[in-house]
């Protein structure tokens, strides 16, 4: 099916959050090791940066590699580490001339300073793009930055800053790594798993789930937009009833 005529261009998520799995599974059905897997996956993820930009998405979020994923086989490890500065090392110029700006999240620090290195520059570089941003998130886990937060909050009471009872939702969230980001409507894991593996928590509070049995090395823009279709046949709620929100559109469209 040809979804891009059925997507509505006035109702995108401004923000879609991508959980990209699979790549081990898929590299085992070609009969592959894992890292080949791993250096397919990138092919998938300049497909769907290119494709999102087109689209006229804000900004995609990637988990790219976890808190946990650090706890893999060495040589996993290590050719994950060098297939990123690698891949930011190729892509950077592409990245700048496409209007893609480049965000990271997680825990830099532990990344080799090489990685940083990379990560830092492309950042620079791509500063100034405003047509899609990228976030990367990169040794990242959700209790980990939430806990990072909580630390940071913690100081600024400490020091006087802010008062226990005027820290609320809105305060905890300009202390997330999230912070100059909307929160994602929409978030998509591949290759059939049904968990969020630490990935955003706060911020996926309202996000609508998609599932697709597609591994991520096959995963192309046709499949983005299958699910950007999905998502706009279902009614967000938010707590409240389906008749209070038909009569709300049914206001915005009156006035
Ligand atoms: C996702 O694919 C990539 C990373 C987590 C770095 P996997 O490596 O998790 O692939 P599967 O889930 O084992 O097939
Ligand atoms: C989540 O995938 C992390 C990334 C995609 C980077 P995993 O493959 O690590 O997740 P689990 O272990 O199956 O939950
Ligand atoms: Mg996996």
């Known amino acids: 099916m040809d979804y891009s005529s059925l997507i509505d261009r006035t109702r995108l998520p401004k923000h879609i959050a991508i959980i990209m799995d699979g790549n081990g599974r898929w590299a085992k059905e070609q009969g592959k090791d894992r890292v080949y897997g791993h250096h397919e996956g990138v092919l998938s993820v300049r497909d769907i940066v290119n494709g999102a930009a087109e689209i006229g998405i804000s900004y995609l979020t990637l988990y790219a590699f976890s808190t946990e994923n650090w ?11 060098e297939l990123l500065v690698n ?13 893609v700006r480049l965000h990271v999240i997680g825990d830099m620090e532990s990344l080799p300073v090489i990685c940083q290195k990379e990560m830092q520059e492309a950042i620079d570089m791509t500063a100034h793009n405003d047509r899609l941003n990228l976030v990367l998130a990169l040794s990242y886990s959700a209790r980990w930055e939430i806990t990072h937060a909580a630390k940071m909050i913690g100081r600024e009471v400490a020091l006087g800053t802010i008062r226990p009872e005027d820290i609320d939702e809105n305060y905890f969230a300009q202390h997330l790594a999230t912070a100059s980001f909307p929160d994602p409507e929409l978030m998509i ?17 309202y996000a609508e789930l998609y599932f697709t049995p597609v591994h991520w090395p096959a995963f192309r823009k046709a499949h983005l937009l299958e699910a950007i279709y999905n998502y706009q046949q279902r009614e967000r ?18 006035h």
């Open 71 to 81: 706890n893999r086989p060495k040589e996993e490890v290590k050719a994950l580490m």
């Open 87 to 99: 891949t930011i090392r190729r892509e950077a110029d592409d990245l700048k001339k496409n209007g």
């Open 189 to 205: 894991r591949t290759s059939g798993e049904h968990r969020i593996s630490n990935y955003l928590l706060w911020q996926l509070a």
């Open 237 to 254: 709620r938010f707590g409240l009833t389906s008749e209070q929100i038909s009569n709300a559109t049914k206001n915005t469209v009156q």
